[in-house]
């Protein structure tokens, strides 16, 4: 990824709330006997990867993502402990190199949207697995959850912050459930589960949904905001303050940074998902999320 975007404290925001499918993603998994390698793949700040040995009785885990930022805090946890490392690496091409031991869990929470091309990925991570080895994948499917097509119309209407478009939305890239069904069996599964789960999260209000979002699914359109005010040849720290919010798109934004447009974004994001689902208090967010575990 060409802009490190991932910020560990807005991430953790909603921790307990991202920690629930996790846990059911565990209570999936096969337990070792005290032996065998876990690779979590895109285990972001670590506290997942943390646990994971423990929980699932394995002699050591390796930590793999790509956010400098994310592994930053990750990478503390790992201090004193032999049996955890964290390394900087893409998941999607995880497999291509020889490992320096054949994981006997590959386990991966929430972060498999952010490739393309599912089928090709996971074969290749299913070669890299040790004999009896398991998959384990936990993967957002709400796509098609109304706020999200919001902020691609949004983007839609603002050309001039997005030249080339608004960016694709992660879960564009997730295979249907049964889709997976039929692709773990041709990997040769022995045994699998594959599920469909809608968690219903109560946030405070329909305005939490932004900062739940923009946390995640948001970020490729921060990605796309800092090359816009780059190529306007923006300096932060240029701005006036007291404009208003509301001119997001005009001219007058042309010394704004990315963060800066990103911020007015979602605030004229908040301003239209508020327009569109009420001002609920709480809010019922209901996320769909696929589970799929297979044991070869
Ligand atoms: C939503 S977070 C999930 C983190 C963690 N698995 C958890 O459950 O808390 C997604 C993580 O995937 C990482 N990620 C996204 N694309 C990646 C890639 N191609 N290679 C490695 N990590 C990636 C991000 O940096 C981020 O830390």
Known sequence: MPHDA??????????????LPADELIQLCRHLDGHGTIYDLGCGTGSLTAELGA????SNVVGIDSSEAMLTKAMSLANGRADLRFELGDIASFGESALPAPPSIIFSNAALHWVDHHDEVIDQ?????????QLAIQVPTNHDHPAYPLATTIAAEH????PNGPPPLPSNTVLAPEDYAQLLHGLGAVEQHVSLRVFAHELDSTANLVDWLRGTTLLPFRRYLDQAARSHGNVKGAGNDTESHHTFGH?????RDGSELFDIFCEVYRERLIEQEGLRSPYLF????ILMW???
């Open 6 to 19: 991932w910020s560990p404290r807005r991430y953790d925001q909603f921790a307990a709330e991202r920690r």
């Open 55 to 58: 929980r699932l009785g394995a």
């Open 125 to 133: 991570w299913r070669r890299t697995l040790a004999p009896d080895g």
């Open 159 to 162: 050309p001039e912050w997005f």
């Open 251 to 255: 001219n007058t934004n042309s010394h």
């Open 286 to 289: 209901t996320f769909k999320r």
């Open 294 to 296: 297979a044991r070869f």
